[in-house]
Structures are given as C-alpha cells and as structure tokens.
C-alpha cells in the first residue's frame, strides 16, 4: 500500500517567488557567516541557511515563528519543505503541489 503525504499547512504560504538577487543567510550576513544552500521562507520571506549549513537557520526560523513551508532558494531548484509535515512540495506558477 502506497502512502500518501499531504501537506495541512498551503494556505501559509504567502510568498512564493524568490526575489530577483538574493545576497545569502540574513542571520550569516549579521554575523560574517557562510552557508551551503539558501532556503525562503513562505509565509515572511525570510531567507536562511540550509539543515547542512551550520546554525541552520532556516529550520530554527521555522520553529520559532511557526511558519512551517521554507523554499529552496537556489537557481534552477522548485522544490519546498514542509517542516511540520515532512513532505517536500512543489513551486508551480500556480502555487504548490504536493
């Protein structure tokens, strides 16, 4: 039997295009850090290092301001995360796809 993941948390996802330059982590950028790969997130867009990244930024702004969807914001990728869910998505134009 196949099991189907579905995501509860769509209707939280407020900001779905990646701004045209993106200069890295907001907290790296503070602090003189380096990242692997960038994550932005849907509800604020705040943009934050990857769970290979050290500090992990991206997954620590997702618990503490509870928004759950963070998207791969490195050129060429659509894909998203749902934290919460545990279920990877899809961007779309038309939004996202589990």
Known sequence: MRVVKTCDHL???????LPESVAGCEECLK???SWIHLRMCLT???VGRCDSSPNRHASRHAREQE????RSAE????????FVDEVTLTV?????RV
């Open 67 to 70: 928004h759950p969807i963070a």
């Open 11 to 17: 209707d939280q996802a407020r900001v779905l295009e």
């Open 44 to 46: 604020c867009g705040n």
């Open 92 to 96: 779309t134009p038309d939004g996202l």
């Open 75 to 82: 050129s060429g990728e659509s894909w998203a995360w749902c």
């Open 31 to 33: 602090i003189d850090g």
